[in-house]
């Protein structure tokens, strides 16, 4: 079992930064996937950015739509992932979530709660 706990979240402006934090305990573990995701009203989830586990290095992606403003993160040592919001718009106005898939004989996805980001005009 993981937990995901994720913080940071609240009102800001257009333009204005943010970074939002997920803490994971439980069965914890330097090398799995994780990602952040965000479900904006009315609209389905979607992924944000992800930082998959490599031998030779993290590979690192993000959604178009974030791109050049976000950053994601993680410190192993801490089993914390972050993300770095820049230049933040209304229109990422969302819950974001907190996601980390455990690799096994069956694939355990697990989520954290949700934190909330209002970006205002």
């Known amino acids: 079992q993981v937990r995901l706990v994720e913080s940071g979240g609240g009102l800001v402006q257009a333009e204005d930064s943010l970074r939002l934090t997920c803490v994971a305990s439980?069965?914890?573990?330097?090398?799995?996937?994780m990602a952040w995701y965000r479900q904006a009203p009315g609209k389905e989830r979607e992924i944000v950015a992800s930082i998959r586990f490599s031998f030779r290095g993290d590979i690192i992606s993000y959604a178009d739509s974030v791109k050049g403003r976000f950053t994601i993160s993680r410190d192993s040592a801490k089993h914390t992932m972050y993300l770095q919001m820049s230049r933040l718009k209304p229109e990422d106005t969302a819950i974001y979530y907190c996601?980390?898939?455990?690799?096994?004989?069956?694939?355990?996805?697990?989520w954290g709660k949700g934190t909330l980001v209002t970006v205002s005009s």
């Open positions: 439980g069965r914890r573990a330097s090398n799995y996937d």
């Open positions: 996601n980390v898939v455990v690799p096994g004989p069956v694939e355990s996805i697990y």
